[in-house]
């Protein structure tokens, strides 16, 4: 859908650009009228000193031009011009005119009246009267001027006008901007409180916001709150879940353990109960990866952080001491994952390449186009291809002779697809074993150069 | 060795007790956090169990507790949150070993014995003195390669000794360690397991110094 600060540019710049238009055109208009009125009233005038000069002159041409002063008249199709014509055929004209004559088509009445029509040097405007002079002899007057000034006057007026309102326009198009950037600055601030907030787990202030996005913010406040409970129960009812199955099912092991010590066959039972704490783990893993995939909150963990943690259980663990972790972690690597998720995936590869391997497990961590990678690898004998989907299955052992659930690989990559990222298996080129790749979107991450911003590896 | 069991599921609690009696450890059990925190740090546990999902006090705050106290009785969490997370925050909070449900009772025996010998810092569960041969993980006495029956106070007695080979030990910390807290707690009885002890393995296989108490030498 078309973003709010592309609807309001684009809006407002359609907005401008048909203000404009709408005002060129009617500005078009009222001066091509008032060009055109004051063409006719200046015509008109010259048509009436014309007239004055004949009969002052008792229709002498040669009295005429004293009475007639404009030289625009004597120059050769200057493009204005006047022409009288008597009753008995005489013809008096301006020197303008030179060889040619207005013509005149239809009955010329004796009222003025405003005509276009040809001139000798193209077309002209004018305006023709029948008059009677004071001996009673009745003339037509006409007067006419070449339409390239009014043509020239209204092109110089429009040039004029376009130039103005383009600049209106421009003003118009940059306001609209302006104004969307003030406009949505609030729902940009929103948007920054929002994500502030998760992790504050407060509510936002409607009071800092216009009247307009304060009914929003109190509905994303709601919504928050709703999301932080529905969460915070599912957890709570996984969590509770988990005691109320797991107690049970530790007495009942206790109670087949019993039998056992009494030469009672319960292998059956204990299978079954095996599959029955299995089944319960990997249901509650997936309770756990839906309600954080529910969650709103994407808050940023260090992922060094979270390692070393791990790591320090790790090396503290009585069966896994005697195995080298080796980290080297950039300590500002974040992750969009909650710190609990982040660190049930890493323990559950790092549980399974500690059991796995012969003397050495390795964590390291790179950011390349805005994903970071997580590489846990081991020196152990590794997964063939073939087999490597099957680890990933809901209790898919690939062997039984080393302890585990078989589990763990799974459980991680359900909680990783919860949060958008991915799980890869492969062989490990530096190590020989397992490579278990973490793949996670992080759009905050700028890419880290393999080596210069990696920390010595620890161990 | 006395053991502090504090978890509020009570036929749980009393499968473990019974299996760590039958080693010969002595038992006490406390069903909620108030309980529990009290009996750590008031009695002297050679390790603690500790469940942290308890009624009224959850037991990492118990535990915290009792490190600020300078109470640094091995505990051992067993608890129904497998989380990784919180396995680092029970370590953090200063248990020594860490245990999720549903487990198998035979490895919550060998890391008890496992922390017993690690506080005692026993590396061998096999002790031998002479032809007598102790094996502390399941309380047996072997002479010469024959079976010696001896009572359950009578292996809570030698296993708190051979714990603490070499040093002596008075009737009062030993009474301390091998009766439970609302036990009848008379330490001349001692003197009537010693002697029965003294029988069964030796006379010189526990020396008594006047006065002060009991020692195993070291071999």
Request: with cysteine.
């Amino acid at each position: 859908m078309l973003s709010l600060r592309r609807r309001a540019i684009v809006g407002g710049s359609v907005w401008a650009i048909l203000s404009v238009i709408i005002g060129v055109v009617a500005l078009y208009s009222f001066f091509d009228a008032l060009t055109q009125r004051r063409f006719d009233q200046a015509l008109a005038e010259r048509h009436l000193q014309i007239v004055i000069a004949l009969s002052n002159s008792g229709a002498d041409a040669e009295l005429m031009t004293q009475f007639i002063n404009d030289p625009a008249y004597d120059r050769p199709y200057s493009g204005r011009y006047w022409q009288a014509s008597g009753p008995e055929g005489e013809l008096l004209a301006s020197r303008s005119l030179f060889d040619s004559m207005l013509e005149l088509s239809g009955e010329v009445l004796t009222e003025r009246e405003f005509w276009t029509g040809a001139g000798p040097n193209g077309s002209v405007r004018g305006v023709r009267q029948a008059v009677t002079l004071e001996d009673g002899s009745s003339w037509v007057v006409l007067v006419a001027e070449s339409l390239a000034a009014l043509i020239a006057e209204r092109a110089a007026i429009r040039r004029s006008l376009l130039l103005t309102f383009g600049l209106v326009g421009v003003l118009g198009v940059a306001g609209a901007m302006l104004q969307t950037l003030v406009v949505v600055r609030p729902l940009k601030k929103l948007r920054e409180d929002v994500s502030h907030r998760w992790d504050l787990e407060t509510d936002i202030d409607p009071t800092n916001y216009p009247e307009e996005v304060a009914p929003l913010v109190a509905d994303i406040n709601t919504l928050l709150e709703r999301n932080r409970e529905i969460v915070a129960r599912g957890r709570r009812q996984a969590a509770d879940m988990a005691h109320a199955l797991k107690t049970p099912s530790a007495i009942l092991r206790n109670e087949l353990e019993t039998l056992k010590r009494k030469d009672v066959d319960v292998s059956q039972a204990q299978d079954a109960l095996g599959r029955i704490d299995a089944q319960l783990r990997r249901s509650l893993a997936r309770i756990r990866a839906a309600n954080s995939g529910a969650s709103m909150q994407r808050r940023h963990t260090n992922v060094a952080r979270s390692v070393e943690r791990l790591a320090k259980l790790f090396r503290g663990l009585p069966d896994l001491r005697s195995k080298e972790l080796e980290v080297a972690v950039p300590s500002n690597v974040t992750v969009p994952i909650d710190g609990q998720d982040l660190e049930e995936v890493l323990g559950n590869i790092l549980e399974n390449a500690s059991r796995w391997s012969r003397s050495l497990v390795s964590v390291t961590c790179r950011i390349m186009n805005g994903v970071v990678e997580i590489l846990i690898e081991d020196d152990g004998p590794g997964i063939p291809e073939s087999d490597r989907h099957e680890a990933l299955r809901s209790g898919g052992r690939l062997d039984t002779s080393v302890p585990g659930t078989g589990l763990g690989l799974a459980i991680a990559d359900d909680l990783l697809h919860a949060y958008g990222g991915e799980m890869k298996l492969q062989k490990s080129d530096r190590l020989g074993g397992l490579g278990v790749s973490i793949l996670i979107p992080n759009k905050l991450a700028s890419d880290l150069r393999a080596d210069g911003d990696l920390p010595q590896a620890q161990s | 060795m006395r053991i502090l069991i504090a978890e509020d599921e009570t036929v749980l609690c009393e499968q473990i007790r019974r299996v760590l009696a039958s080693e010969g450890r002595v038992v006490d059990v406390a069903n909620d956090g108030e309980e529990a925190a009290f009996l750590g740090a008031t009695e002297p546990y050679d390790m603690i169990i500790l469940d942290i999902g308890l009624p009224k006090r959850d037991g990492i705050s118990i535990l915290k507790e009792w490190r600020n106290q300078n109470v640094d009785t091995p505990v051992l969490i067993l608890t129904a949150r497998d989380g990784w997370s919180e396995r680092v925050d029970g370590l953090d909070a200063g248990a020594d070993d860490y245990m999720t449900k549903p487990f198998h009772m035979p490895e919550l025996s060998a890391r008890v014995r496992a922390m017993l010998r690690r506080k005692s810092g026993r590396a061998n569960p096999l002790f031998q003195k002479g032809k007598i041969e102790f094996d502390l993980r399941n309380g047996r006495v072997m002479e010469n390669g024959f079976p010696i029956d001896l009572t359950s106070q009578e292996i809570a007695v030698l296993t708190y000794l051979v714990h603490n080979t070499g040093r002596l030990v008075s009737r009062t910390e030993l009474s301390e360690h091998i009766y439970e807290y609302d036990g009848d707690r008379d330490s001349n009885t001692i003197a009537v397991f010693v002697t029965r002890l003294r029988k069964k393995l030796g006379t010189d296989f526990i020396r008594t110094v006047r006065g002060r108490g009991y020692v195993i030498e070291e071999t």
